[in-house]
T-cell receptor, first 114, second 113 residues
């Protein structure tokens, strides 16, 4: 058990809809990262938050947004969903932001857009 | 930009066989290097890491050595078990880039009894 909790585990929704994925980091971890895993793109970094502030953006679409709340949990919002957004979305946390600190991953949310 | 290339799978082995998964990287400076493992239905787990040249990371019988001259971080295990069946990801993190990991495409390993 990594200590990172993601909800829900599975989500099935229709094109054009909006969903929110939730992540609770490990106790004491200030950094939260979101990754998308799909068969054709592999693991893609989406966004990084540290202690409530956005620190880095990766290949995140404008239809997607995220935030980290004062209690350090994070939410990833996906809107105007398309079939191609179907993927596994992982949240990871780490205690710091410096390179070399390992990331601890949740078990992911599997999103299916029909 | 940064990139990680690892051998495509699947790699199918018999129990007690020797496993090697090749990983090479492109990055500016000297990144930290990682191997993560993903078991079916689970998230990624850190397997081992190395933060500077010639460092050897090891865990659960797996080893990888940070080779700056060949920009490689190959994963090896001398005797695999069925329970080692999983997808293995090589990744790098530039030290000054906020820990953002860049992953390779993953290598599926299947160990048969």
């Amino acid at each position: 058990d990594s200590g990172v909790t993601q909800t829900p585990k599975h989500l099935i929704t229709a094109t054009g809809q909006r969903v929110t994925l939730r992540c609770s980091p490990r106790s004491g971890d200030l950094s939260v990262y979101w990754y998308q895993q799909s068969l054709d793109q592999g693991l893609q970094f989406l966004i990084h938050y540290y202690n409530g502030e956005e620190r880095a953006k990766g290949n995140i679409l404008e239809r997607f947004s995220a935030q980290q709340f004062p209690d350090l949990h994070s939410e990833l919002n996906l809107s105007s969903l398309e079939l191609g957004d179907s993927a596994l979305y992982f949240c990871a946390s780490s205690v710091a932001t410096g390179g070399g600190s390992p990331l601890h991953f949740g078990n992911g949310t599997r999103l299916t857009v029909t | 930009g940064n990139s990680v290339t690892q051998m495509e799978g699947p790699v199918t082995l018999s129990e007690e066989a020797f496993l090697t998964i090749n990983c090479t990287y492109t990055a500016t400076g000297y990144p930290s290097l990682f191997w993560y493992v993903q078991y079916p239905g689970e998230g990624l787990q850190l397997l081992l890491k190395a933060t500077k040249a010639d460092d050897k990371g090891s865990n659960k019988g797996f080893e990888a050595t940070y080779r700056k001259e060949t920009t490689s971080f190959h994963l090896e295990k001398g005797s695999v078990q069925v329970s080692d069946s999983a997808v293995y990801f090589c990744a790098l993190s530039p030290k000054a880039a906020g820990n953002k990991l860049t992953f390779g495409g993953g290598t599926r390993v299947l160990v048969k009894p």
